[in-house]
């Protein structure tokens, strides 16, 4: 039984940081290309960063480029969120997810992506 188990969100004041961690069990992580969405209330849930299989690429939609930075540990079977400047615009629900498939275009769709965790709240307070 696959399971990506979040952790490390919370209240944070705006500016501030926050470290998102995803540990992956039940499966080969390195297999797996990793993703972390978000989604804010009636809102759709989207990408916010992607990281290849062996860690050597990375992507992230524009509105988080220089201010959050995805990393996984493959040893460890964990992939992380570092945040930094927080808005409170980045409110939202945090998922982490995992893909078999390969290529930027697959990584950064939502359809690609088999597993999922259950989301850990992030609120960024102005």
């Known amino acids: 039984q696959v399971q990506l188990i979040e952790s490390g969100g919370g209240l944070v004041q705006a500016g501030g940081s926050l470290r998102l961690s995803c540990a992956v069990s039940?499966?080969?992580?390195?297999?797996?290309?990793m993703a972390w969405f978000r989604q804010a209330p009636g809102a759709e849930r989207n990408v916010v960063a992607a990281?290849?299989?062996?860690?050597?690429?990375?992507y992230y939609r524009g509105s988080v480029k220089g201010r959050f930075t995805v990393s996984r540990d493959n040893a460890k079977n964990t992939v992380y969120l570092q945040m930094n400047s927080l808005k409170p615009g980045d409110t939202a629900v945090y998922y982490c997810?995992?893909?078999?498939?390969?290529?930027?275009?697959?990584?950064?769709?939502?359809?690609?992506?088999?597993?999922w965790g259950q989301g850990t709240q992030v609120i960024g307070s102005s």
């Open positions: 997810a995992a893909t078999p498939r390969s290529g930027k275009s697959n990584y950064m769709l939502r359809s690609s992506y088999v597993y």
């Open positions: 039940g499966t080969t992580f390195s297999n797996y290309a």
């Open positions: 990281i290849t299989k062996s860690g050597d690429n990375t």
